[in-house]
């Protein structure tokens, strides 16, 4: 596993080329919704996830980091986290956040691995 949440993990299975947009996302516990836009940036990698009626229609940002496996297959990928340590995310809009370092931090700090976020222990 990986300390650095913003980069996929080797066991993910993350293949390269593969536009993961529209694969649906799995919870630990459920669906969530499916991926509508994604980056591979070395460092900031990320898909941001439409959640539909699961969360009204709202966007959620999840680091590469929270992905634990990718089925291209199947069209889905599997985050280790519960839809309600998502849902208690910090709130993301597109518009202002996607480029926003400070929510990047903040972001960060609640998905990763280290001293300050929820997640300390490791994945659940």
Do not use: C
């Not at 959640?51 to 291209?72: C, M, N, Q, Y």
Request: net charge negative; proline share 6%; glycine share 16%.
């Amino acid at each position: 596993m990986t300390d650095d949440v913003w980069g996929y993990r080797e066991t993910s299975g993350r293949p390269e080329g593969i536009d993961l947009t529209g694969f649906k996302v799995e919870a630990a516990d459920g669906a969530i919704g499916k991926v509508d836009k994604h980056s591979d940036e070395a460092g900031s990698a990320y898909i941001v996830v439409d959640t539909g009626p699961w969360i009204f229609g709202k966007e959620v940002l999840l680091p590469a980091g929270t992905v634990s496996r990718i089925d291209v297959e199947d069209e889905r990928i599997y985050v280790d986290r519960t839809k309600e340590q998502i849902k208690n995310a910090p709130e993301f809009h597109r518009e202002k956040h996607l480029q926003d370092p400070g929510y990047r931090g903040d972001i960060g700090t609640y998905y990763g691995y280290g001293v300050g976020g929820p997640f300390g222990a490791g994945p659940v």
